[in-house]
Structures are given as C-alpha cells and as structure tokens.
Nanobody, 124 residues
Framework: QLQLVESGGGLVQPGGSLRLSCAIS????????IGWFRRAPGKERETISC????????TYADSARGRFTISRDNAKNTVYLQMNNLKPEDTAVYYC?????????????????WGQGTQVTVSS
C-alpha cells in the first residue's frame, strides 16, 4: 500500500528553522517526483517545492526560494524540506505528494498520492 508520512512540524519562533521529512513506503521512491505543498487557514493549497525523480531538478515557489531547500534520499525513501528563516506567514499544514509520470508540476491535481500533513506554526 502506497503511503506518505510527513513529520518534523511544530512550533518555531520567527527566524527559526525546521526540517520536514516525507517518508515513503509501499513503493520505490526512485520512480516518483515529490512535491511539498501547504495550506494555511482560509487559503487555497499552495505549491511550495518539488524535486524530480533523479533529484536533478528542483523548483520553488517565490515564497520559498532562498529560504527552503528540498532534497531526497532514495536509499532511505525519504524526501526533506529544510525551512530556514521562517516567518509567521509560513504557518500552515504542510503536505508531501508523489507524482509518477513526467516531471515536477506546480499543479497539485497532477499528484497521485498524498500524506496526511504536518502542522507548522511560526509564532513568537
């Protein structure tokens, strides 16, 4: 059974850092592009970042570029999102999702499998 499980969320002060993990089971990570998304209260789900199957291409939303870094460890079947210099507006539930075909996409409807999410709260 295909499963994605996010972890690493929590409460952090502005300017702090968190590293989110997306652990994949039930399939081989090598064959999937992985995206990170977030949904803040009262807002639409936002595409944050994506890494392709080979790990050779990464994409970032303007809101994340320069502060967030996506990476993958296929041997551990895990994808990471390192988030630095966090801001209150980064507060949201963060999700990872897998897309098997083609490459990264900013369209969340093109992702086939989703995790349950992990809460990130940035507040002093």
């Amino acid at each position: 059974q295909l499963q994605l499980v996010e972890s690493g969320g929590g409460l952090v002060q502005p300017g702090g850092s968190l590293r989110l993990s997306c652990a994949i089971s039930g399939f081989t990570l090598d064959y999937y592009n992985i995206g990170w998304f977030r949904r803040a209260p009262g807002k639409e789900r936002e595409t944050i970042s994506c890494i392709n199957k080979a790990g050779s291409i990464t994409t970032y939303a303007d809101s994340a570029r320069g502060r967030f870094t996506i990476s993958r460890d296929n041997a551990k079947n895990t994808v990471y999102l390192q988030m630095n210099n966090l801001k209150p507006e980064d507060t949201a539930v963060y999700y990872c999702a897998a897309r098997q075909y083609y490459g990264c996409s900013g369209n969340d409807r093109q992702y086939n499998y989703w995790g349950q999410g992990t809460q990130v709260t940035v507040s002093s």
